[in-house]
């Protein structure tokens, strides 16, 4: 017997950043962000593919409505590009063909292997959370993340927005060294994450090697869209 699938179109952030030149990792930036302030949790559009070195790494799968949303931030000509080959996929899918029993077969374990490695990667976060126990205090070579966006902004001269970018949303972002109660007696219980201030001190050297300066005062990253200010020290 003859069977037949529907399914929506999808477009992975690899195919994304192919088509739009841009880095792979500057695509997943763009998508948790967008995840987030829409709300979604970025698990759920996970999944595991191997790079060149057989390594295990992370994509986002998106289906038109998200990969739209995402291609609002991203000019005329990159838009079009995307929007042109998600009318490709979504025509190729208009008549499909019946899939054969392997074909079936394979679709379905290939699923079943995604589903693992999803759920794999979930159950290590929240072991890896429950592993935390808050301490009573911060430890002297922490510091919180307002700490650090001040002692950069006195070091460097970056404005808290920028810091915060380079804390939350680069890809080389510091882990979170330990977790913290807050003794404010309407904390309700409640933690806060401190960094250790050698790897924060780094990751921000780093991110001002990146830069480029356009005056005295103010330079450019090719992860920012915008100038900022930053006053390079010696």
């Known amino acids: 017997m ?5 399914t929506t179109v999808t477009m992975s952030s690899r195919e994304i950043a192919e088509l739009t030149g841009k880095e792979h990792r500057n695509v997943r930036r763009d998508i948790e ?22 390594r295990d790494q992370t994509e986002y799968c998106l289906d038109r409505d998200l990969t739209e949303t995402l291609l609002l931030g991203y000019s005329a000509p990159l838009r079009l ?13 208009a008549s499909p063909r019946p899939m054969t029993t392997a074909e079936i077969v394979l679709q379905n374990a290939q699923a079943l292997v995604d589903f693992e490695r999803r759920q794999s990667a979930v159950e290590q976060r ?16 922490c510091e919180t993340k307002s700490e650090a966006k001040a002692r950069m902004n006195k070091q460097y001269g970056l404005p808290t927005w920028v810091s915060d970018l380079v804390l939350t ?10 977790m913290v109660k807050n003794s404010n007696e309407n904390a309700q219980g409640s933690s806060f994450a401190v960094y250790q201030i ?11 090697s990146e830069c ?7 330079a450019t990253h090719p992860d920012i869209e ?6 390079k020290r010696e």
Request: charged fraction near 30%.
């Open 212 to 218: 480029r300066q356009a005056t005295a005062t103010t």
């Open 226 to 231: 915008r100038r900022f200010k930053l006053v």
């Open 169 to 178: 949303s680069f890809s080389y972002r510091p882990p979170v060294f330990a």
């Open 81 to 93: 590009k995307v929007i042109r080959r998600l009318r490709e996929m979504e025509a190729a899918l």
């Open 126 to 141: 929240v072991e890896m959370i429950a592993s935390m126990t808050s301490l009573t205090a911060k430890p002297q070579h």
């Open 33 to 54: 962000k967008m995840l987030s302030d829409l709300g979604e949790d970025a698990l759920k559009f996970e999944q595991i593919y191997r790079d060149s070195m057989n």
């Open 198 to 208: 050698i790897e924060v001190t780094k990751l921000f050297k780093r991110f001002v």
């Open 2 to 6: 003859n069977m037949l699938t529907t």
